[in-house]
């Protein structure tokens, strides 16, 4: 129990152009979400948290103009990586916590992100 | 906010023998404290969690034990196997900031049969 499906799982795109990558809790309720980039060989670093129904967090030094977080449901939440560069060519991933009682959170498979 | 620092960066080790990661956070208020094995191109997988409250946990080949009044815990691997090779990371979480977790930089292991 407690998965997190998350599409694309590799995305090319031109520079410029934006990408949307979905995450769905498939059999639970993620009232919150977090998203984080990684970067080749480096750890995971926490972008926002988003909460349903109502605006993100975003840590210092995230752009929110450039990562747009949408998390209209309590089973879908969406970063939008607006006007992309090769620098955000990365390994975005998000994550539920398990909740309903248990510790512990579940994550999406991450979806490489690849700017040309 | 909280900083988790993670050592050793890479690790090698001879199958069988054990292997250990030590992690120290900053936070006094981090409560729970899961560690991470995450291989190449894939998501992060638990493999044992702590809360503030204990003090060791074990299961099967892997234990963790935590010192609250040094801020530090660590990750244990005993009879190591060539599929214990991966990256593992450690993280800690303060439920008063929202439940976000903290990692550190993470551990790049290769045990060697």
């Known amino acids: 129990g407690a998965v997190v499906s998350q599409h694309p799982s590799r995305v090319i795109c031109k520079s410029g152009t934006s990408v949307k990558i979905e995450c769905r809790s498939l059999d639970f309720q993620a009232t919150t979400m977090f998203w984080y980039r990684q970067f080749p060989k480096q750890s995971l670093m926490l972008m926002a948290t988003?909460?349903?129904?109502?605006?993100?967090?975003?840590e210092q030094g995230v752009e929110k103009d450039k990562f747009l977080i949408n998390h209209a449901s309590l089973t879908l939440s969406t970063l939008t990586v607006t006007s992309a560069h090769p620098e955000d060519s990365s390994f975005y991933i998000c994550?539920?916590?398990?909740?309903?009682?248990?510790?512990?959170?579940?994550f999406g498979s991450g979806t490489r992100l690849t700017v040309v | 906010g909280e900083n988790v620092e993670q050592h050793p960066s890479t690790l090698s080790v001879q199958e069988g023998d054990s292997a250990v990661i030590k992690c120290t956070y900053s936070?006094?208020?981090?409560?729970?404290f899961p560690w991470y094995k995450q291989e190449l191109g894939k998501r992060p997988q638990l493999i044992i969690d702590?809360?503030?409250?204990?003090g060791e946990k074990k299961d099967q080949r892997i234990a963790v034990t935590l010192n609250k009044t040094a801020k530090h815990f660590s990750l244990h691997i005993t009879e190591t196997q060539p599929e214990d090779s991966a990256v593992y990371f450690c993280a800690a979480r303060i439920k008063a900031a929202g439940n976000k977790l903290t990692f550190g930089g993470g551990t790049r292991v290769l045990v060697k049969p």
């Open positions: 994550s539920a916590r398990v909740g309903q009682g248990r510790e512990g959170y579940t």
């Open positions: 702590i809360r503030s409250n204990v």
């Open positions: 988003s909460n349903e129904g109502s605006k993100a967090t975003y």
């Open positions: 936070d006094s208020a981090s409560n729970y």
